[in-house]
């Protein structure tokens, strides 16, 4: 019987330890290198593929320029030849990096633009949500405007840029 216990108890052990693993990860996303460079590929993507689509009806290189933007910022390498399919990627991306650039930008916005509500708020906190009163307005545009967008934005630019290199790697392969 006790043997039974002691193997329950390491389970709900290691349950609690997988938990507690997944919100420091959760917590700890926002702030890593990692996430910045995706950030950084999200933003870049659509002036970058804008500018290849003349670029490359002028036979530049374009899709080895676009191969290094994904190699550098996202850590993933795509096979192909000097000029395949540049022209290409740029005009078929744009509607998926426009998209990208949107959320990212958004996303990232909305977080000090919350943290600091009281210095952007009108006159009158009455009609805001989390009011009537200035701390539960504050409060509540801090915590869900503020910490949820800086803890939810870095899962939503890891998934579109991870679209994005689906669609180079299709495209420009």
Excluded: K
Aim: net charge positive; proline share 6%; glycine share 12%.
């Amino acid at each position: 019987m006790n043997g039974v216990r002691q193997v329950q108890t390491e389970a709900q052990a290691r349950v609690h330890d997988n938990g507690a693993m997944w919100m420091w990860r959760i917590a700890r996303e926002p702030f890593t290198a990692a996430t910045w460079r995706r950030t950084a590929y999200a933003v870049l993507a659509l002036p970058v593929g804008l500018a290849c689509v003349p670029l490359s009806l002028l036979g530049a290189p374009t899709a080895r320029w676009q191969r290094g933007l994904v190699r550098r910022f996202l850590g993933t390498e795509i096979p192909g030849t000097a000029r395949g399919g540049g022209l290409r990627h740029a005009l078929l991306a744009t509607p998926l990096n426009l998209l990208t650039t949107f959320i990212t930008v958004y996303g990232w916005v909305i977080v000090p633009m919350n943290l600091g509500w009281p210095l952007r708020a009108g006159s009158d906190y009455s009609g805001a949500w989390g009011g009537p009163t200035f701390a539960g307005a504050w409060a509540f545009h801090a915590i869900l405007g503020g910490i949820g967008f800086l803890l939810l934005t870095p899962w939503l630019v890891r998934g579109l840029t991870a679209v994005q290199v689906r669609v180079a790697r299709s495209l420009l392969s």
